[in-house]
């Protein structure tokens, strides 16, 4: 709230003020609405935009002051739950899904941690368990998947073969940038940045920079700062 007042000394004028503060206060009663039947809730102030959809709330548990913009979906029903960290932002149109809307076998979840959003239009695939660390900035379209298709046999379809599911762990202080897809089984270093539309289909070593299809390291953040 005091960032939002600060806008009058950034340029903002009243109009503008008075519209954000309308949006935040029809944002802010459906959040009291959803959290009603969340699993657990630490803080008040929850903002849920129109036509955000939160399916088996029960399964989902959320930190201080967070933020589910227009249009997302979160489906929540898994094994582990759906564990959001505080002041975690899930963007306009992003998917969460652990488990498939009409029946199969029941997902694992997902967690992240403080301080970290999911852009617009992302997919978190989390099948398998998927882990974001703290402070983790993933971009608009970014694609994560916890599971593979099976497809070693050539006498059925791959669609009746079933799946693997696999972890995704993300550590803290990493960027995602925009249409990176992140692959199964995959390990992200701690301060690391993906590039833009890279496929990254290993692990990435701490404070790398990896782009590519697939994703090669291309650049360390830890080198450059002590070469400064």
């Known amino acids: 709230m005091k960032k939002l007042l600060s806008r009058f000394e950034e340029g903002w004028d009243k109009r503008s003020i ?7 206060g ?7 609405f ?9 803080g008040w102030l929850l903002l849920v935009g129109k036509n955000a959809l939160i399916r088996q709330s029960n399964y989902l ?13 979160i489906n929540c029903l898994s094994k582990r739950g759906i564990v959001f960290g505080d002041r975690v932002t899930i963007g306009k149109y992003a998917l969460i899904r652990p488990t498939g809307m009409y029946g199969g076998e029941i997902g694992e979840g997902l967690k992240v941690g ?8 992302a997919y978190i695939g989390c099948s398998g368990y998927i882990e974001i660390g703290n402070n983790v900035m993933i971009s608009p379209r970014v694609s994560i998947y916890a599971e593979n298709h099976n497809f070693s046999s050539i006498l059925e379809p791959m669609k009746d073969q079933g799946v693997t599911r696999q972890f995704v762990i993300i550590e803290d202080d990493c960027w995602i940038t925009a249409n990176s897809v992140i692959l199964a089984g995959v390990r992200i270093g701690r301060g690391s940045i993906v590039a833009a539309g890279s496929v990254v289909t290993k692990d990435v070593p701490p404070y790398s920079i990896v782009g590519g299809v697939p994703a090669k ?11 400064q």
């Open 18 to 24: 008075v519209f954000t503060l309308f949006r935040l």
């Open 26 to 32: 029809c944002n802010l009663t459906r959040g009291f």
């Open 34 to 42: 959803h959290r009603i039947f969340f699993k657990s809730s630490k």
């Open 61 to 73: 548990s959320v930190g201080k002051e967070f933020i589910a913009e227009d249009h997302c979906e």
């Open 114 to 121: 403080n301080n970290s959003n999911i852009g617009p239009f």
């Open 217 to 227: 390291v291309i650049g360390n953040r830890a080198e450059q700062f002590v070469n």
